[in-house]
């Protein structure tokens, strides 16, 4: 079974702002706030196991299954790991490089896959409530990035008010040192056409490279610190695991974790920016 071709590749129009609009299955209105990110993702579950058919939700969590079951965390980002410097145009013009995230104190680098993909509008929803406050008052700096080209990712960062850097890896050479990417094969592709799905044109790139969820924190020697990946895209990295890391690097003061010998520092790629 593909990854692609066993249900249909979800991609919602969205309109309207954090609270979304009625009939949008990004989420649902609920009486109780949610607190935190996984509260925000049952809340999109809740609503899609109230809509859909139970097909429909039996392909979807076969294809989530499937992810899982194929992914290699060998490949996965880690702690230890040394990260080369890099250079993303963001949303909206202007460029984000690692030295500048890494100005205030740490910053926090999380992956997504493109800007109508529900769960990951929920997410983003859920990491500027309870993320992204909290980090400016620590010092810390987030970027939101995916492989999505940079103009169409202005359109998630307006739509939901996003306080924090949204950028682009358009050639997912950033993905790829962090092993955290992922693609069908030239069969499924043609599959997935078939089905009116190409993630190339969404992604406006050509390329069909996803990034699994991955919330990745970088001290100020670029040295990874927490790493979290999740080749199941409902499930997210929490806020109150990313923040206990960041308060981590501010209680031990300067890093003195000694950097795992990786790839991560080697690489030089056209995303790189000079030292």
């Known amino acids: 079974m593909s990854v692609f071709t066993s249900a249909p590749l979800e991609r919602t129009p969205v309109t309207g702002t954090a609270g979304g609009s ?6 649902s209105q609920t009486r109780t706030a949610p607190r935190t990110v996984g509260d925000f993702m049952s809340e999109l579950q809740a609503t899609r196991d109230a809509q859909w058919p139970p097909e429909q939700l039996r392909a979807h969590a076969e294809r989530r299954h499937l992810l899982v079951t194929q992914a290699d965390p060998a490949r996965f980002v880690a702690v230890g790991d040394v990260v080369a410097p890099f250079a993303l145009p963001t949303a909206g013009g202007g460029t984000t490089r690692l030295a500048d995230l890494l100005t205030r104190g740490p910053a926090v680098l999380l992956f997504f896959r493109f800007e109508s993909c529900p769960a990951c509008n929920t997410a983003l929803r ?6 992204a ?3 400016r008052k620590l010092g810390a700096t987030l970027a939101a990035i995916s492989p999505q080209v940079s103009t169409l990712l202005s359109r998630v960062q307006e739509r939901h008010g996003l306080d924090f850097v949204v ?26 056409r078939q089905q009116g799905i190409d993630l ?17 924190v970088i001290d ?8 979290d990946v999740q080749p199941n895209w409902m499930v997210r990295a929490e806020s109150a695991d990313i923040l206990a890391a960041v308060r981590g690097l501010r209680a031990e003061g300067p890093s003195i974790t000694t950097p795992r ?5 080697d690489q030089a790629s056209a995303a790189t920016e000079g030292r």
């Open 22 to 27: 009625k009939g949008n299955n990004l989420v």
């Open 126 to 131: 859920a990491y500027q409530a309870t993320l």
């Open 133 to 135: 406050p909290a980090l």
């Open 167 to 192: 950028a682009s890896d358009p050639g997912h050479a950033l993905i790829d040192r962090f092993g955290i990417g992922f693609a069908p094969t030239p069969t499924e592709r043609e599959a997935s």
């Open 200 to 216: 190339g044109e969404i992604l406006g790139t050509g390329e069909w490279v996803l990034p699994y969820p991955t919330a990745v």
């Open 220 to 227: 100020q020697n670029r040295t990874v610190r927490f790493a």
């Open 261 to 265: 010998t990786t790839p991560l520092a």
